[in-house]
């Protein structure tokens, strides 16, 4: 943790270097990434309207995770192929916080954190009421969905 928080104040702190900026491949990881963490987590996903989402619930299974490390891994070794020292601003800071929270997620798949039972006062067994506090049900299309999402628990 000390560790990616040096990267990222030298980051931020850092003066950009001149040079061609691959800024495009940065924003698209970034753009991937985000899509793939929305794609990982239903019940953020569908607080932020991605009215599919809302029924769905996630998939903690052994292969959902080994998919997971196979897309996390595809993410960093696309952010290792990025020659940082040609990035500026944003896009620096940018790529230095995803292969930070790459590198960290990565670091926890080791623990197998979807089959722990409780993490800092979460578990598993409070997903259904997290999903319950959290869902504004505005229409009849978002309490169909609800019901999906409650019939698949």
């Known amino acids: 943790m000390d560790e990616a928080r040096a990267m990222i104040m030298s980051a931020m702190l ?10 495009e491949d940065v924003a698209t990881i970034v753009h991937e990434y985000d899509a793939y963490a929305r794609a990982q987590d239903p019940l953020r996903a569908a607080q932020h309207g991605d009215a ?5 619930w ?5 292969a959902a995770v080994a998919t997971r490390r ?15 020292g040609r990035l500026a601003g944003e896009d ?6 995803l292969t930070a929270r790459v590198a960290t997620a990565l670091e926890a798949l080791g ?7 409780f993490i800092s006062g979460d578990g598993f067994d409070t997903t259904a009421d ?4 959290n869902t504004v049900l505005g229409s009849e299309a978002d ?7 409650i019939e698949a628990l």
Request: hydrophobic residues 55%.
């Open 14 to 23: 850092a003066v950009a270097p001149a040079g061609v900026a691959v800024a």
């Open 52 to 56: 599919e989402a809302m029924r769905r």
């Open 70 to 84: 196979q897309a996390l891994e595809r993410f960093r070794d696309r952010l290792a192929a990025i020659p940082a």
């Open 111 to 117: 623990f197998d954190e979807e089959r722990i039972a």
């Open 58 to 62: 996630p998939d903690n299974s052994p």
């Open 130 to 133: 997290y999903a319950a506090l």
């Open 92 to 97: 620096a800071l940018n790529h230095v916080l």
């Open 143 to 149: 309490a169909e969905a609800w019901l999906a999402r």
